[in-house]
């Protein structure tokens, strides 16, 4: 098969971590304003290690961001990633805008023919 | 026809698409009914698609190809997985290898796509679930990058066709 090959990991790894639905709202939270991980981990009904390995997976998906700050640490989102998944999503869109486009005109071949129908009826 | 309103949700990996034609649910059901009105308008730009086989009853297998500008084939699968005539359809869509098995690795989209009757006429709303990158990356691959341009230039050939 020619089909190109655009399987990436990095595609790969950010719809994995967002496969899941504590992730993803990890990633609205710290996406609307930074956080540590252990204000993070008090929302959760969960360990704070679980909360800690839902973030490793995100920030090897390059979907939020992690820094020491003293004796915290901090986690930002990455808003370029986000809008990667968002990109890949508006291809597909087109692609339903064409569908629909196409369907239209199969429709509006029966239109056609119901007029030639009645051209012919009236020629009668 | 209009497209009444189209939601992503990259984080959930849904596409929700509304669009409106002035046909009855009837006829819109039988574009995705008939095999030969389906591969009419399923494939992207320049990836036409054939239908081999299209058993549109629940539990019911479909298999296709779609053929790109260079003649080279990427065939696909579906498994109807819910189906009330001709309101509702439920369906799961894949890559298939050579011989049109399921391409397991590939992963599947799941489609709910609805038909209900509006004062244009039928309302359709097709939802797309992604549960794999590649499904996503490999469709946007094929015919997605040459855009719009190319796809009006079809739609021209093809409301040409009903002129003549």
């Known amino acids: 098969m020619v089909v190109e090959s655009v399987v990436d990991d990095e595609a790969d790894r950010i719809f994995h971590a967002l496969a899941d ?10 996406v609307q304003q930074e956080q540590s991980v252990s204000t993070l981990a008090a929302g959760y009904a969960m360990s704070f290690a679980a909360v800690q390995k839902h973030v490793a997976v995100l920030e090897r998906a390059a979907l939020v961001v992690k820094e020491r700050r003293g004796r915290e640490q901090i986690v930002h ?3 370029e990633t ?17 569908r629909v486009q196409n369907i ?3 429709l509006s071949e029966d239109r056609e023919e119901d007029r030639e129908e009645d051209r012919e009826t009236e020629n009668e | 026809m209009t497209v009444v309103s189209s939601h992503k949700d990259p984080e959930a990996l849904t596409l929700t698409f509304v669009a409106e034609f002035d046909a009855s649910v009837e006829r819109v059901w039988q574009v995705w009914e008939d095999p030969r009105q389906l591969e ?3 494939g992207p730009p320049t990836w036409p698609a054939t239908f081999d086989r299209h058993d549109f ?14 003649g080279e084939k990427a065939r696909g699968w579906w498994v109807i997985t819910s189906i ?13 290898d050579e011989n049109g098995e399921p391409a397991r690795d590939m992963g599947a989209t799941h489609g709910v ?9 039928t309302r359709m709303t097709a939802v797309t679930t992604f549960e794999s990158v590649e499904q996503l990356e490999k469709m946007s691959a094929m015919g997605m990058e040459e855009g719009m341009r190319e796809a009006l230039s079809q739609i021209d050939a093809l409301l040409a066709e009903v002129r003549a």
Do not use: C, K
């Open chain 1, 21 to 30: 639905a504590t992730r993803r709202d990890i990633v609205v939270r710290v």
């Open chain 1, 77 to 79: 989102g990455n808003l």
């Open chain 1, 82 to 98: 986000v809008r990667r998944a968002t990109r890949l999503l508006q291809r597909y869109e087109e692609l339903w805008r064409y």
């Open chain 1, 104 to 106: 239209s005109s199969i």
């Open chain 2, 40 to 42: 009419r308008w399923w």
């Open chain 2, 57 to 70: 009853v629940q539990g019911g297998r479909s298999n296709y190809y779609m053929t790109g500008p260079d």
């Open chain 2, 84 to 96: 009330q005539p001709p309101h509702r359809l439920e369906f799961d869509d894949g890559f298939a």
């Open chain 2, 113 to 121: 796509v609805t038909l209900e009757a509006s004062e244009v006429g």
